[in-house]
């Protein structure tokens, strides 16, 4: 017999560095479950990502036991990284605050692919460009 989700959550978590303080804790703790376990876990299946930051999904069964899926890291996360910045624009696409090249914007594309709304890498380059384009990154042809 199946086991009884009673709650999923979502949260976002760097890499490699899930501690049981907050926001991890804080989260988590009041749904029942090991905090520890769930740290380690998730610390060793993302080790190969460190600096990254991952969401995550959560679900949480009625006898306390857990399971989580790590998603590809935001948009908005990668397209700060390839471009060097610490933050977009803050009027969006009316300021350039960076540039990106065409190669980069693929690249993004195919590491957001499997969670994207995209059959393929053209489609999900065009996703990500808006965000780019919102965020005030200039793509480079």
């Not at 990284?81 to 993004?108: F, M, P």
């Not at 965000?131 to 005030?136: E, F, I, P, R, W």
Request: net charge positive; proline share 6%; hydrophobic share 40%.
């Amino acid at each position: 017999m199946a086991k009884e989700l009673i709650k999923q959550i979502k949260i976002n978590i760097p890499a490699g560095k899930a501690t049981p303080a907050p926001p991890v804790g804080t989260v988590l703790g009041p749904v029942g479950i090991n905090l520890g376990d769930f740290c380690s876990q998730f610390n060793d299946a993302t080790r190969d990502k460190m600096g990254d930051v991952l969401p995550v999904v959560i679900s949480v069964y009625a006898d306390k036991s857990f399971d989580f899926v790590i998603k590809t890291p935001p948009a908005s996360f990668l397209l700060k990284k390839y471009a060097k910045i610490q933050k977009g624009g803050a009027n969006g696409s009316k300021d350039s605050v960076a540039t990106i090249t065409k190669d980069q914007l693929r690249e993004i594309a195919e590491i957001k692919l499997p969670d994207l709304n995209a059959y393929d890498v053209e489609a999900a380059m065009k996703i990500v460009a808006g965000t780019a384009k919102n965020m005030g990154i200039n793509i480079q042809e």
